[in-house]
Each structure stands twice: as C-alpha cells, then as structure tokens.
C-alpha cells in the first residue's frame, strides 16, 4: 500500500525558510516520479516541483530560484528546501507521485497517482 506522509511545515516570516519532507512508503520513490503541489486558501491546486525518475528536476516559475527538490533514495524520502519565502507561498503542501513521468507533470495535479495528507506553510509579511 503506496503510502506518503509530509512533515516540516510551519509558521515562518517572509524571506525564511523550511524545508518539507516526505517519507515514501509501499514502494522505492526513485523508481516513480516525485513531486509537490500546493493549495492556498480558495485557490486551486498547483505544482510546485517535481524530480523524474531520471533525476531531472523541474520547477514552476513562481518558485524557481527559490525552492530546490531532492530525494534521499536511502531513506525513501523526498524533500522540498524553500528559500526567501513570500506570504504568496502560504498554503497546504501535498506530496505526491506518478508512476508515468513526461514534460511538465508535476505542474498539472490532476496527474498524481497517489496524494499524502499536506502539511502547513504560512508566510507572514
């Protein structure tokens, strides 16, 4: 049973930072495409970024020299290090994996296979 659980969130001032995790259980998460999505309050949800299982790495615009996806293969787990936050960066975080990777996937959330539970990000001006 795929299983993904985030942890790292929390409460930061505009120009912190934090880093999210994800611990993968049910199967290996480098054999699958990784990513991470999020939700800001009355929006959709959008990708942030996502890592192939080639070890390419992608980003949305709105976080790219920002925020920095890695996988530790070891320990099964994905990761997310957000740099200078901005209070637009607010909103629920939610890992997630695909079992195809292409293009731009992890930008589009109605392509996630599996989805974990989200953990918090607020950003305060």
């Known amino acids: 049973q795929v299983q993904l659980v985030e942890s790292g969130g929390g409460s930061v001032q505009a120009g912190g930072s934090l880093r999210l995790s994800c611990a993968v259980s049910g199967y290996t998460s480098s054999r699958y495409c990784m990513g991470w999505f999020r939700q800001a309050p009355g929006k959709q949800r959008e990708g942030v970024a996502g890592i192939n299982t080639d070890g390419t790495m992608g980003y949305a615009d709105s976080v790219k020299d920002r925020f920095t996806i890695s996988q530790d293969s070891a320990k099964n787990t994905l990761y997310l290090d957000m740099n200078s936050l901005k209070p637009e960066d607010t909103g629920m975080y939610y890992c997630?994996?695909?079992?195809?990777?292409?293009?731009?996937?992890?930008?589009?959330?109605?392509?996630?296979?599996?989805w974990g539970q989200g953990t918090q990000v607020t950003v305060s001006s």
């Open positions: 997630a994996t695909r079992r195809l990777c292409g293009g731009t996937w992890y930008l589009n959330p109605l392509l996630p296979n599996y």
